[in-house]
């Protein structure tokens, strides 16, 4: 005599299944949770890196003496710079690999108006595709000896350095 | 008992969603927070006040800049027994009065 009992059981049996590997899905992943905030983390970690290279490279030596940052932008040391950022910034011994690349401005006040000068950069030519973060520091520059042309007045002056950091 | 799994399921899906929304907001008030800018620009003031230059021009300096390349509006004021820093990005509104 053939029944539909042994169908029903099939169907049962998958259907538990399904929902057992499903619960269990749902409980393995919970714990490796990846959010939409921690595809920042990166960007987080590299934007921290260049405000502490910047705020190191703008600690002075000794007291009363001019940092080395304001050094460089008094002396417009663009490779000065460069080498003493690219330093800081790389680290991890890898060469060649994920190394940390650099390109900078130095806005200035002139009377009312806002200008700029490109400083340095490590060399590299922006293609526009790297995932760059931007970080800044105000440099206190107290004899602008060596400005640029046209540049800033010649005064003691804040001055905001703008670093475009990436990495490749 | 397929009603009290199927009711379960739905509860641990709701944590789910519950767990990226707070990873979302949580992620974000952290990096809008302008800690840098904030530590920046506090340590300029301190700089130009120990330098014992004119403080206006640089004052005017630093609140032209940021406006201009920050979008954050900065006012510092300066008298002989106290320092005020305001900062204000439109999320962050930072007030700090330093005597001294």
Redesign the interface.
Known sequence: MVNENGVLYTIEGV?AGV?MI??AY??V??TV?F????S??I??QL?QLG?DVL?SM?TPIRYGDPSPLELYITDNDSSGFSNHFLLYANTAAQPGFGRIKFNSTV???KD?D?GSYHFSDSGDIMTGREHMVN????V?V?DYTNPPPPGPDD??????L?VTLWRD | MGLIISVSIFLLAIIVNQSMLVGQTTSESVLDFPKAEIQDIRNEVFRYRSAEVDPDPIQADIETLTLYRKSALVDISNTSERLTIHYNNGVTYYHEVIQI
Do not use: C, W
């Open positions: 259907a929902l499903t619960t749902l409980v992943s919970t949770m959010t939409p905030g921690d920042h983390i960007d987080m934007e405000n705020a703008d806005y200035y006040r009312a806002v970080v800044n520091r105000r206190f107290k005064r003691p002056q804040s001055v905001l703008e």
